[in-house]
């Protein structure tokens, strides 16, 4: 059987030999450490080849100066390991406790260097198969209409070993630099290679190109000892904390904004690299100048002969020269190993780091080729956190999903619930789910419900740019409509030159819950699952169609929405007029008396007491109950005759909406919604 | 009921509107004329105008002119101008010369004057409307002063057409009004009478009528054949106003009985469409004539009160009782249509009249309890008791001192600690967990100091993944951890008294193997074990001969899912035969020693698939005649069977028990579930009795309650005593649908208690490209001012926000030109 197996993994075409795997993972970083802990779990056939002799080489190198902006709390107050993982911004998913980063920093801002322990400990605890010290270099396509996809993929290693594979996971993550072509380009030094110790520094003037964290952490790291610093970029600053996205400018880094806005020591320009062009004067000075006016003058002429701004604008910014100059552009993905078969195309405009992928997170133009981690991030560039451990740890799992459905059959993991426990199951998940909570907007759970919405079942995590597809996605069936529950921002709240901290940013009541602006859940229902077209048309900046109804639960200082009455009682109120049904919980008492006076029951009855289930309840609960007007208590009832005609019991009537019976109807109750 | 007086009101609205549409000149009101020269000379022929005189200078106000000018828009509806006509200083013509003539106002059609009324004929616009459309309605609106006039009339429209005879107090009154109003619409086809004498009210009304109000009949001369005879009259039995007298018309109007020939359920005519009843005779062929007299005869008496119509049974498929004859329709929407068997007319017309007075009252309350509800319809008003209740307790410290906290560090260790560890998984915000660990407290309380049996707790909150881990997916759940066993899920009533029961009961293996026949004796009389002494439950013992292995396995596997619910023995030793013949059965078989083993039933035990046993148990296991509690109905609600069940104000009398125990022991016993409430120990017992009689009736009570077939409620005579045969006779009765029932169980579906917060709507506004079809749909522009901003009108989107409106220092592309052009405005430190 080994000889067999052997044989079946091994490949003869054309003359050279393929190492066959079902699915192929490039790079082991967080991302491709992920992938592999769900395949493995799963039980199927992958590899990963990391060209490093570790996992994570680029955390062995970046951030330069060692210290990681992602957050590592150790306490929250809570022992919810699914709610902490809202707070723990770099661990990844596994089974083993082991393996949560606050085993291994107490900072919350810990060191690269523990990001590079902690993924070797991934990788090893969880025996996952890592080939390192394998270069991919080259990848093509093989037609074979066997082949899942119709085709296979052909990786070629640095020492031209073949391997073959029916699946392509990319998480290579973005390695290659950013580099900006300029006249004087070359007087720049990269973020890569630059002096991190200050001292290298001392009494210089420091010109950054870049605006992104890496600019301000290469500032922050000198501040104290230069001249000044001036950074330019294209667009002006945006700060994390008002743009809600966690790639803008973090708070940890921006000393610089500090004595910019203070003392004007150093300072922020915008302009467009572009046009800029970099000269360097005999003593070393490197000056700003134009490439407009370099353009305009005799090469050959000596420094002398270039224009500078300030010789016709006496009072240009940056007219004093520079020591240095730093580029500090971030990075993008490494097309250059993709044969073009594969089509891997840069997206458009600010994307163009990014390869091309759909909402699925498989490329463009391949079939079976994913692309995962910080790579994917052109899902949601600039909104929730897809390119980030915290984000993309989630839409890892999410892509194995679909893969488990596509190839195995394993259709999407779901639990089947009875109608009754609808608001239970979504405030428990909008209360501790992570993958909800930090891909928002993004990542949506699911409920599906069954014919004639006495059950339904529910679904964590699925991408939202895909849920015309979900039939075919999932394996389930969403025929008698479904809710999708997301996290939101408030429209309008999050941006670059937004204050968030107005007066009255906070909303209070649930009747205004719509116009929440913190992070929060909403709900949106939909008869039938829209349709691709419908998608495609919906509003922008929205991430779903226009559904049939819509529900927003409020904001909350403590992200805690369990509150009975400001968030559970809203959203009862949304779902049953959704279902057409009545989901408040009753006491035995209450369904015993609707059994002999109704001849249907609600559903919490039905599905409980007529179970033999039912909620008898404490003597102080009803009690209780009995002083909210919400039970009637009939041990002092005196059966001598009529009600007195002025004994009005509101609440009782409230419970026992009754037409057959003479007893005062409440028809207007139900009316109230016609009109 | 809304709906239908909205429809009757719209109709007649209508009728107004055909009135109101004969060509009018001048807009509505009051019309002004310089002068009596230029009011004649614009008359139009065959338009009627009411005009009066003032001179230009006024002489001082006259309050009388304030009264016309305020009728002039009701009058307006029948086509009367109302003009003020200002007399020139020095007329002196027939209008504006004469003194007198400027207190009076002239009823003009065309330029030919009507009538003349002085002003005090014109107190209010009560008294302008009726008198001005008396004179008008001439020909149409008899006045009658005797009863031979009346009589005469009468005669002449016999087998033409009908009359409607109208007596009012006096002229220019509302009720005056309303009758003149009526004619305007009515009066071509009806001949209408008018009459302000005393003596003529009295001549046409059979009791003593009170002469100070207004009184109308209809009267049906074009049916009257007989000279002889005066017409058939009908008597408006409210207060005359525009609207009930257009309703009762309409409903005069109307065919006496309508044939109908369809499901009722889908039938309409104009009596409901009134809010009036609808009584349906059915009929045969072979009767259909002698049904259709029956059915005149109860539509006169029920005139204007409810329609009749006649319903042939033959061409409709009714799925009721055969000896129904009589089926009645309300008008509101929902409800059933009833079907009855009534002896005699005077039932039906009963049942109508008490019908129409509960309506009414129902009504009075019903308007009383909007004005409630529009304060109290509150969607943030917690309607939920179960979340209620818990959250009014919040405060309250739970003893939850004996109960332990599992976490995920300490839950494995500790199921090793006890030899029965019960486990309570629930969410510490959930509502219906939190009613559970109250009771769950209670348990504890209950359970202290029994050996063996360790109490825990995990909040799923605070320990997610132990509780999917446990595969817990529903809040709460009680598992039930035996050593080196699979645990058990507890699956019965959430209260604490049936929990410590079930956390007893389960520490006994179940079924529990017995050694001797002694012990299989001892165990029947629930001596043995000794755990389970001190429990009042029945025993079950399986008896079991070494041959029947296959009925022991299923009644093994039945054991393990009626454990903790059921005291199960099994006994297969070899004397086992002997032991089964005491009770006179063989071995496969059960015992059953219900409370205490004072009689032991034997069973045999014939079916050997597990479901099968656990079903005969279930079965054997409930009582021939029970007292119904809350926790116990649902075990025979599962029988989905009719109950008979006698609502006693306390313990039932001997006499009753032995009468009931015997009809249940009966014949009749495979068909329905015959038990006692005990409204003492049930109280909500009186909240049934409440919905099914609007007043308390006396108890005992004996009912027959269709719980899951129909919904009807019957009650058993009162005055009969609760005997064997008294019962089964009338239960014959009702099998045969000669019993009408009292009451009917609501239909109605559990429907959302109270609307949700449309935030839809509240976001279309705020955004418009929500709206459902973004073309379509003009998005409202704010008013532009001249001047005004519009680049700023829209609001940009995120990206573009940060990349156009912050714009100024930008663009280096856009820069370097405007430098080379010496351009140095606007030059900021931030640019390049």
């Known amino acids: ?57 680029f955390f062995a190198l970046y951030p330069r100066h060692r210290k990681l902006i992602s957050i590592n709390k150790q306490y929250t107050g809570k022992s919810n390991s699914e709610f902490n993982l809202r707070h723990d911004w770099n661990s990844l998913l596994s089974h083993d406790r082991r393996l949560l980063f606050r085993h291994y920093s107490r900072d919350f801002f810990p060191n690269a260097d523990t990001m590079v322990r902690y993924l070797e400990d991934f990788a090893s605890l969880l025996k996952l198969q890592v080939q390192y010290n394998v270069a991919i270099i080259h990848v093509t396509l093989e037609k074979n209409e066997q082949a899942w996809n119709g085709h296979y993929f052909l990786l070629t290693d640095q020492d031209r070993k073949n391997y073959k594979c029916s699946s392509l996971l990319v998480a290579a993550g973005m390695w290659v630099p950013n580099v900006v072509n300029f006249p004087g380009s070359e007087y720049v030094e990269g973020y890569e290679t630059v002096s991190i110790n200050p001292e290298d520094f001392a009494g210089q003037t420091v010109l950054i190109l870049g605006r992104g964290n890496s600019a301000f952490e290469t500032a922050e790291n000198i501040l104290g000892v230069t001249n000044f610093i001036h950074m330019v970029s294209r667009s002006r600053v945006r700060l994390s904390w008002a743009t809600h996205y966690v790639g803008d400018l973090r708070a940890i880094n921006n000393g610089l904004l500090d004595t910019y806005q203070l003392k004007s020591l150093d300072g922020l320009l915008e302009g467009d690299l572009e046009d800029l062009a970099i000269v360097k004067d005999k003593k070393g000075k490197l000056h700003i100048t134009l490439r407009f006016y370099l353009e305009n003058r005799n090469i050959s002429a000596g420094i002398d002969s270039i224009t500078l701004p300030q010789d016709e604008l006496d009072n240009f910014a940056t007219r004093a020269p520079y020591d240095r100059v730093i580029r500090c552009l971030g990075w993008k993905f490494d097309f250059s190993i993709y044969n073009r078969s594969l089509r891997m195309m840069p997206g458009k405009g600010n994307m163009k780091k990014y390869p091309q992928i759909k909402p699925s997170y498989e490329s463009r133009g391949t079939r079976g080729l994913f692309i995962l981690g910080t790579a994917s991030h052109s899902v949601d560039f600039r909104k929730s956190a897809g390119g980030f451990i915290h984000g993309f740890r989630y839409t890892t799992r999410a892509v194995h999903r679909l893969l488990e459905n596509r190839h195995h059959g394993v259709p999407w993991p779901s639990t089947v619930y009875p109608i009754t426990q609808l608001t239970n199951s979504i405030i428990k998940r909008v209360n501790e789910a992570s993958g909800l909570y930090q891909m928002f907007s993004v990542l949506a759970d699911i409920v599906l419900l069954r014919e004639n919405a006495t059950a339904f079942e529910y679904l964590e995590e699925y991408p939202i740019g895909i849920l015309a597809e979900l039939e075919m996605q999932t394996g389930r069936k969403a025929r008698n409509g479904l809710f999708v529950i997301i996290m939101e921002y408030g429209r309008n709240f999050s941006g670059a030159d937004k204050d968030v901290f107005y007066y009255n940013r906070a909303v209070g009541e649930a009747q205004h819950a719509w116009q929440s602006n913190f992070l929060h859940p909403v709900i949106y229902y939909y008869k039938h699952l829209p349709t691709e077209r419908e998608m495609k048309l919906r509003p922008p900046d929205w991430p779903l169609p226009r559904p049939d109804a819509i529900h927003h639960i409020v904001e909350d200082f403590l992200t805690d929405w369990t509150a009975p009455n400001a968030h559970i009682l809203p959203l009862r109120r949304f779902l049953e007029n959704c279902l057409s049904t009545d989901l408040r919980n009753f006491f035995a008492e209450s369904c015993f008396l609707f059994a002999f006076t109704h001849q249907k029951l609600p559903p919490f009855c039905q599905q409980g007491y007529l179970r033999m289930q039912g909620l008898v309840g404490s003597q102080e609960l009803r009690h209780h109950a009995v002083q909210a007007g919400l039970l009637q208590d009939y041990t002092h009832t005196d059966f001598s005759g009529d009600r007195p005609p ?30 | 009921m809304e709906a239908q007086k909205d429809r009757w009101v ?82 002196g013509s027939r209008y504006c010369g004469k003194e007198n003539a400027l207190r009076k106002a002239f009823l003009f059609r065309g330029n030919r004057l009507i009538r003349e009324f002085p002003t005090d004929a014109l107190f209010d616009v009560n008294s302008v409307v009726a008198n001005v459309l008396f004179a008008l309605l001439f020909n149409e609106v008899k006045y009658v002063e005797t009863l031979a006039d009346l009589e005469n009339i009468e005669n002449v429209l016999k087998g033409k057409s009908n009359m409607v005879f109208a007596y009012v107090p006096a002229t220019g009154t509302a009720e005056h009004r309303a009758v003149m109003e009526a004619a305007f619409v009515y009066g071509t086809i009806h001949q209408f009478v008018l009459t302000t004498e005393a003596a003529l009210l009295k001549a046409t009304s059979h009791d003593d009528p009170d002469v100070s109000s207004a009184w109308l009949l209809f009267c049906h001369c074009q049916r009257a054949t007989d000279p002889a005879q005066p017409c058939r009259r009908t008597a408006l039995g409210q207060p005359l106003t525009l609207l009930n007298i257009h309703r009762h018309l309409k409903l005069m109007g109307a065919p006496l009985v309508t044939e109908v020939a369809e499901d009722p359920e889908k039938v309409s005519t104009v009596h409901l469409q009134l809010g009036l009843p609808l009584v349906f005779i059915l009929s045969q062929k072979q009767t259909y004539e002698a049904d259709r007299r029956t059915a005149e005869f109860v539509a006169w008496q029920l005139l204007g009160k409810a ?44 049942l109508v009249e008490d019908k129409t007075k509960v309506k009414q009252i129902q009504e009075d309350e019903e308007e009383e309890e909007e004005e409630d509800e529009k304060e109290n319809n509150n969607q943030d008003i917690q309607d939920d008791q179960v979340v209620e209740a818990v959250s009014r307790d919040k405060k309250r410290e739970l003893p939850l001192e004996q109960v332990l906290v599992l976490t995920e560090e300490n839950f494995h260790s500790s199921l090793l600690e006890a030899a029965w560890t019960v486990v309570l998984f629930y969410a510490s915000w959930e509502a219906v967990s939190l009613a559970v660990l109250r009771s769950y407290s209670e348990v504890a309380a209950q359970l202290q100091g029994t050996p063996g049996v360790l109490l825990c707790r995990v909040n799923c909150w605070d320990w997610p993944g132990l509780c999917s881990q446990e595969n817990v997916t529903q809040f709460p759940t009680i598992r039930i951890y035996k050593e080196g066993q699979q645990p058990v899920t507890y699956d019965g009533m959430w209260g604490a008294e049936e929990l410590s029961s079930f956390i007893l009961l389960s520490r006994v293996s179940c079924p529990l193997p017995l050694a001797t026949v002694d012990e299989a004796e001892e165990y029947l009389r629930g001596e043995f074990p000794s755990e389970l002494s001190s429990h009042h439950h029945t025993s079950l013992l399986g008896v079991f001969s070494t041959a029947s292995s296959e009925a022991r396995e299923a009644f093994e596997e039945a054991g393990n899912i009626l454990s903790g619910h059921v005291r199960m023995g099994m006994y297969f030793e070899d004397d086992a035969l002997a032991l089964s013949r005491k009770y006179s059965v063989s071995p496969p078989a059960l015992l059953l020693a219900r409370s205490g083993g004072r009689s032991v039933e034997g069973i045999a035990l014939s079916k050997h698939s597990v479901q099968d046993v656990v079903q005969m148990i279930r079965y054997e296991l409930l009582d021939v005649f029970p007292e119904i509690t809350v926790p116990n109905l649902p075990q025979y609600l599962q029988l989905r069977k009719p109950f008979l069940i006698l609502f006693s104000a306390g313990d039932i009398s001997q006499m009753e028990s032995q009468e009931m125990l015997k009809l249940a022991k009966g014949r009749a016993q495979q068909a329905f579930v015959a038990c006692w409430l005990n409204l003492k120990k049930t109280p909500v017992g009186h909240g049934i009795l409440r919905k099914y009689f609007s007043t308390m009736p006396s108890l005992p009570l004996l009912l027959w309650v269709n719980l899951h077939a129909g919904g009807q409620v019957f009650k058993f005579p009162p005055e009969q005593p609760i005997t064997e045969v008294n019962i089964l006779s009338w239960l014959e009765k009702l099998q045969a649908g000669l019993e009408i029932p009292s009451s009917t169980l609501s239909e109605e579906d559990w429907k959302p208690p109270l609307p949700a917060y449309d935030f839809l709507q509240m976001m279309e506004p705020a955004v418009p490209e929500l709206s459902p079809h973004p073309g379509d749909t003009p998005v409202p522009h704010p008013p532009q001012s001249p001047g005004g901003d519009t680049a700023t009108r829209e609001e940009p989107s995120q990206e573009s926000t940060a990349e156009e409106v912050g714009s100024p220092g930008r663009d280096l592309r856009g820069t370097a030109p405007r430098l080379a052009a010496r351009d140095k405005q606007g030059k900021r430190h931030g640019e390049l």
């Open chain 1, 1 to 57: 059987l080994g000889l067999a197996l052997y044989a079946g993994s091994l490949c003869v075409v054309s003359g050279a030999t393929f190492l066959y795997h079902d699915y192929c993972v490039i790079g082991a970083g967080p991302a491709g450490l992920q992938a592999a802990y769900f395949l493995q779990q799963a039980g199927r056939d992958y590899v990963v080849f990391e060209r490093s002799h570790a996992p994570g080489s």
């Open chain 1, 646 to 675: 002025n004994s009005h019991d509101g609440s009782q009537e409230q419970l026992m909406r009754d037409h057959a019976i003479p007893v005062r109807p409440l028809q207007h109750l139900v009316n109230a919604k016609d009109e």
């Open chain 2, 307 to 350: 329609g009749v119509a006649l319903l042939s049974r033959d061409l409709v498929d009714l799925n009721v009782l055969h000896r129904s004859n009589v089926a009645l329709k309300t008008p509101d929407e929902g409800m059933p249509v009833q079907y009855l068997v009534l002896e005699d007319t005077d039932e039906v017309v009963t």
């Open chain 2, 10 to 91: 719209s109709s007649l609205v209508f009728l107004l509107f055909c009135a109101s549409s004969i060509p009018r000149s001048g807009s509505v009101g009051l019309q002004q004329e310089p002068s009596p020269q230029h009011y004649f000379s614009g008359l139009e022929a065959g338009k009627a105008s009411l005009a009066f005189f003032t001179p230009s200078v006024s002489p001082g106000a006259q309050p009388f002119l304030e009264q016309i000018e305020s009728s002039a828009e009701a009058l307006q509806d029948y086509g009367i101008s109302v003009v003020k006509v200002n007399c020139p200083k020095e007329d």
